[in-house]
Every structure is written in C-alpha cells, then in structure tokens.
C-alpha cells in the first residue's frame, strides 16, 4: 500500500500548504504527482502547474484504493479525464529506465496546457547547456 499512501499523504500536504504555483516531479515522484492530479476529487486541488521530468506512468487511483498496482495508459483517457492544469514534460527518447512512458504522459496532458522538451540526458535532468535552459524558460512561463 505504498503508493497508495504516498498519494494520500501528498493530498495532505497540498490542502494544508497549498495553493502551489506549481509543483514538481521526478521519475517516479513525477508518477506520484500525474496519479493526485488525475483523481477523481481533484476539483479542490490547489496547485496550479505542474513540472514533470522524465515522468512515468501514473498509478490508476480507484484500483490502487482496491489494493492492485495498475498504471493508466494514455489511450483510455478522454479530454475531459485528462490533466488540464498547465504543464512541462522535460524527457528524453534515449531514457531506457522507462522507455515511452514520459510520452505516454504528455498525453495524459491537455494539448493546449503543455509544454514539451526533449533532450540526449537519458533517465536525467541535463545540468548544463540548452536543455537545461529550455526547461528553465518553460517553467517561468507557466507559473508567470
């Protein structure tokens, strides 16, 4: 039930400290933050952007609530069903960890909410350079 309680301790965390500008995710922690913001309740949610870098797949809320680890995939989703706060998926196509899940997770994402970058650091965040600058300029532009 691991996952299932990092979820809710998250909850937790956001209604008490929030609203958030915005809030950031690694890997799996990316995963974490994906899987509050597609719950069902998310209406009350105080976050306003989120920043996933090389995100993975999010966990699938009600069947965690059963006690089963299923991920959602990005074909059963609707518009309606997806994230549509603003968001950044900073990832790259050379990350062999989780391959394709970062971009099964920009499509978890409204389309006209997102920004996208790609960059040669595999399952890491470049330090340097213009991938580390892109993702710097993205984030000043959702929480502007």
Partial sequence: MGALSAVKDLTEYVEENGPFDAVLGFSLGAALLATLLLRN???????R?????????????HELEHGN?????????????????????????QDVDYPG???QLIRMCNEENRIE???SAGHGVPATGNGLLAIANAIRKIIA
């Fill in 41 to 47: 309740d998310r209406s009350q949610l105080r976050i």
């Fill in 49 to 61: 952007s989120a920043i996933f870098l090389c995100g993975t797949l999010p966990y699938n809320c």
């Fill in 69 to 93: 680890k299923r991920y959602m995939q990005a074909d059963c989703m609707t518009e309606r069903t997806k994230i549509q706060i603003p968001t950044v998926h900073a990832w790259s196509p």
């Fill in 101 to 103: 899940q970062s971009e």
């Fill in 117 to 119: 970058i790609q960059y």
